[in-house]
C-alpha cells in the first residue's frame, strides 16, 4: 500500500517556507501597534483610539497662564462700559458733593487767606476718594471668580495643565491693573480738587494705586475662592469694605482721635495706603507747620511715625500673604 502521507521532514520544511514568506511581508511593510489597534477597532465596529500628548507643566505654562488670565481682565474691563461709569459715579459725588458741601466746616479753612493758611476739604479727601476708587474696582475683578464659578469657567481653567497659582497670580495682577485703570481716571479731577498736575506726583499715585489695589485684590480672591454664589460674595463685600473705608483716614485726620478708634485704623490695611497717597499730595502743597500737622499728622505707633517707605513695604507683605493664601485656598477648592 503506498503511503500518500506528506513527511514530517517535508513539513517542517514547507512551513519554514510560509514562515519566511511571512517573515519577508512584515519586513517589507512594517505595521506599528497603534495601526493595528486602529484597524482592530475599525474590524469591530468601534471607534479608533486617539492618542492626547498632555504637556509637562513648566515656569514658562505659568508665565503664559499668567499672562492669559491678566489679559482677559483687561479686554472684560474694556468691553463693559457701563461698569466704567457706574465706578465713578461715587468717587464723584464723594470728591464733588460732599467735598464742597462740607468745606464751610473746615475750621482751618474758614474764610479766604492768602496761599497756605487754609485746606480745602476736597483737597484734603482726594486721596481717600482714589484709595476708594481702586478698592471698589479692585474687589468686584476679584468677584469675577465667583461669576466664573456659576457659569462653570473657572473649572475649565483649574483641569487646565498649568498651576493654579498661576491663575490666581494672573487673576491678582489683572485685579490690580484694573483698578489702577479706575484710579487713573479720578487723578484726571484733581485740578478740581486743588492737587497739581505734576507729572512725577501723577507717576507716584498711580504707583501707590497699584500697589493698594495690588493687596485689595488678593483679598477679594482669597474671599472668592470659597464662596458660592455672587449674592454672598457682595454682601460679604459690603460687610468688609465699609469698614475698611470708614477707619482708612480716608475722610478725616488720625490724629487726635478716641484710644479704641486710634487702634482700630492701625489695625486696617487700608490705613496704610491712603497715608503714602496723602503725604504724597501734601508734599507738593505749600503749607504751613501747624496746618502740615494738623492735616497730615501720618500714622504714629506709640508716638513713632511711620515712615512711607516702610508703610509701601507692609502694603505689599499684606499684598503677598493674602495672594498666598488665597493660593492655598485654591488648591483646596474644586
Not at 306 to 320: H, K, M, N, T, Y
Request: charged share 15%.
Amino acid at each position: 500500500m503506498e503511503n500518500t502521507d506528506t513527511p514530517d521532514g517535508a513539513e517542517t520544511s514547507d512551513d519554514a517556507e510560509a514562515s519566511d514568506d511571512a517573515g519577508t511581508v512584515r519586513e517589507a511593510d512594517p505595521v506599528t501597534t497603534t495601526e493595528r489597534d486602529q484597524a482592530r477597532g475599525a474590524r469591530a465596529g468601534a471607534a479608533p483610539v486617539v492618542r492626547v500628548a498632555v504637556p509637562e507643566r513648566s515656569f514658562v505654562h505659568d508665565l503664559r497662564a499668567v499672562k492669559i488670565v491678566l489679559h482677559r481682565e483687561l479686554i472684560r474691563y474694556g468691553r463693559d462700559r457701563m461698569r466704567m461709569v457706574s465706578g465713578l459715579v461715587q468717587p464723584v459725588l464723594w470728591l464733588l458733593v460732599m467735598g464742597t458741601g462740607l468745606s464751610s466746616l473746615m475750621t482751618a479753612g474758614r474764610g479766604a487767606g492768602p496761599a497756605g493758611t487754609h485746606v480745602d476739604l476736597k483737597t484734603f479727601i482726594f486721596p481717600g476718594v482714589c484709595a476708594m476708587t481702586v478698592m471698589f474696582t479692585a474687589m468686584f475683578s476679584a468677584g469675577s471668580i465667583v461669576w466664573d464659578r456659576e457659569f462653570g469657567f473657572l473649572r475649565e481653567m483649574l483641569v487646565a495643565p498649568v498651576s493654579r497659582s498661576s491663575i490666581v497670580v494672573g487673576k491678582c495682577i489683572g485685579g490690580a491693573m484694573v483698578a489702577t485703570l479706575q484710579g487713573a481716571v479720578i487723578l484726571a479731577l484733581a485740578g478740581l480738587a486743588g492737587v497739581p498736575y505734576d507729572p512725577v506726583l501723577l507717576l507716584e499715585l498711580l504707583g501707590l494705586m497699584f500697589l493698594g489695589a495690588f493687596a485689595l485684590t488678593g483679598f477679594g480672591v482669597m474671599m472668592a475662592a470659597r464662596i458660592k454664589s455672587m449674592q454672598s460674595f457682595f454682601a460679604l463685600m459690603q460687610m468688609a469694605l465699609m469698614p475698611m473705608m470708614f477707619l482708612s483716614g480716608a475722610l478725616y485726620p488720625l490724629s487726635g482721635l478716641p484710644a479704641w478708634l486710634t487702634v482700630l485704623t492701625r489695625f486696617n490695611p487700608l490705613t496704610y495706603a491712603v497715608d503714602p497717597l496723602r503725604q504724597a499730595i501734601f508734599s507738593r502743597l505749600a503749607l504751613t507747620p501747624e496746618l502740615r500737622r494738623t492735616f497730615d499728622p501720618g500714622v504714629t505707633w506709640w508716638g513713632w511715625r511711620v515712615p512711607v517707605g516702610l508703610e509701601i513695604v507692609l502694603v505689599l507683605l499684606i499684598g503677598l500673604v493674602l495672594m498666598g493664601v488665597a493660593i492655598i485656598e485654591f488648591r483646596r477648592s474644586e
